[in-house]
RNA sequence: AGACAGGUGGCCGAGUGGUCGAAGGCGCACGCCUGGAACGCGUGUGUAGGGAAACCUACCGAGAGUUCGAAUCUCUUCCUGUCUGCCA
């Protein structure tokens, strides 16, 4: 959620802020207004509720005197049908502020570029060469159904299309992966964390999947629980209501899950293949900070991820998304993509994210700073979609024959 | 899943309709005491919103209700414990 006071101090700044994200500015001007009605409304109850409150007690001390409390009574009850009337007031005023203010999305960092779509997104650098071959290099689809490691048919015959089984040394590979990934991450200070798949709506509301994104979620029918779309959701809702020791941060995170998304906008795309699947596999980070650490957590991160990348030996670039691109609940963002050269092109494989205190606030994670709570600040990024890994290992590692010799760094987990 | 018992401040724990944001204790902070410490004594010690401030409002798991007035009464719900059932 964003900064409701900011708004209200510096309405201008806010609303020219959000509309690099294309958030509507008529938007920005009702949340501003619902913000109004509800301190009027509230600010009346509040009276109206300290004029009862005192009465009240006269009405005690009437009583234990044995003197006559009629006409006080007739006072009250007057009273109270105008507490009842603001009380409604305030309520409709905060249901409706809460409506729209839960689906505004962060503000970006003055510094995020400018732009629309992902076309838009500013290269920061390239790291590694992308290998040159003598043979045109296969789709990952290709070499995975040649070499045995993916069945993309009894995925779906068992659950429906975008669900694939991996087999032998493809499942196999998928498990080094996962252990690779935890192991590197540990090295780098973060915690290895084992979270549920499923949470509940008040988890998602304070990662910002909900209100908006329901579509995008699976839910168990008569269970107020739905399947988590990244470890992001549990790891970083973990400290939810928390108050937080200032010395305790930051708190650094490694988590691995199963995430489960409908892609409910992406019918027709990536349908070849694990690019795009309803479950897939990711090793995430997250991280919970103080405000001034944040920077430096983020940087470590993308760090992190990158070396991970080098470490597989697989040549990828890193790209800061421009304001349009940013996700709901970014601040600043910065993804890296793989090269695949059977696509030839480069596939996002990463994406690195700081929400400053936006899921903080929703999540209502906070920290101790000299006897003040501060709101902290969370950041995700995943150390990598293990299902994009193992594309980019195929498709970088081909041999003309298409067999593929794995990066050497797997040869201890395999 | 069924039966019973509970959910009160950082922690323990009292409070069954009024002046209770809540006794008492522990912990913590500061001061006194001490050569220094312990002990002892004193003061203070929740969160959120509003206000320049005084101060006001809300919060005793959550939600609804009864009442002039609810931590206290009623209903719903969530969670925890114990026993029974089921189960990796």
């Known amino acids: 959620m964003i900064d409701l006071k900011l708004l209200q101090k510096d309405f201008d700044a806010v609303s020219m802020a959000l509309s690099r994200k294309k958030v509507d500015a008529t938007l920005i001007e009702a949340l501003k207004e619902k913000n109004e009605a509800l301190k009027t409304a509230k600010s009346s109850y509040e009276r109206a509720q300290a004029a009862q409150n005192e009465m009240s007690k006269q009405f005690g001390l009437y009583k234990k005197e044995g003197k006559d ?45 400018e732009g629309q779509s992902d076309e838009d997104n500013v290269e920061l650098r390239r790291v590694l060469e992308p290998r040159h071959f003598d043979f045109t290099p296969k789709e990952h689809w290709e070499l995975a159904e040649q070499n045995g490691w993916i069945d993309f048919e009894r995925g779906v015959k068992v659950a429906k299309s975008r669900f694939s089984v991996s087999y032998d040394m493809g499942a196999r590979l998928e498990r080094a992966l996962i252990n690779f990934m935890l192991d590197f991450n540990r090295a780098r200070g973060f915690t290895e964390v084992s979270v549920p798949s499923l949470v509940n709506r008040r988890t998602l509301e304070g990662t910002g999947q909900l209100p908006k994104f329901e ?36 708190l650094l995170m490694t988590g691995y899950t199963s995430c489960f998304r409908k892609e409910a906008g992406s019918a027709g795309r990536d349908t070849r293949g ?9 090793v995430e ?16 991160m993308v760090q992190c991820a990158s070396d991970l990348l080098g470490a ?43 929400t400053r205190d936006f899921q903080a606030r929703r999540a209502r994670i906070r920290y101790k700073d000299g006897g003040k709570n501060m709101l902290a600040h969370t950041l995700n990024g995943s150390s990598l979609a293990v299902g994009r890994t193992m594309v980019a290992i195929m498709e970088n590692f081909q041999n003309g024959d298409g067999s593929i010799t794995l990066p050497s760094v797997l040869n201890s987990y395999l």
């Open 285 to 300: 980070l997250v991280a919970i900070t103080t405000q001034e650490q944040s920077e430096a957590v983020f940087v470590q």
């Open 312 to 354: 597989l030996e697989l040549p990828h670039r890193l790209m800061q998304l421009c304001g349009g691109d940013l996700g709901f609940s970014a601040a600043r963002t910065i993804d890296l993509e793989v090269w695949l050269p059977g696509q030839n092109c480069y596939r996002e494989i990463s994406s690195i994210s700081n």
């Open 69 to 113: 409390t009629a006409q006080l009574k007739t006072t009250l009850d007057a009273n109270k049908s105008q507490i009842t009337l603001f009380l409604d007031q305030q309520r409709e005023a905060e249901a409706a502020l809460d409506a729209l203010s839960m689906n505004i999305p962060n503000i970006p960092d003055a510094d995020v570029p």
């Open 215 to 250: 579509d995008d979620l699976f839910k168990i029918e008569g269970e107020e629980l739905f399947l988590i779309p990244t470890a992001e959701v549990p790891l970083t809702n973990l400290y939810q209501d928390e108050i937080l020791e200032a010395e305790s941060l930051p």
């Open 274 to 282: 694990m690019i795009r699947q309803h479950q897939f596999h990711k």
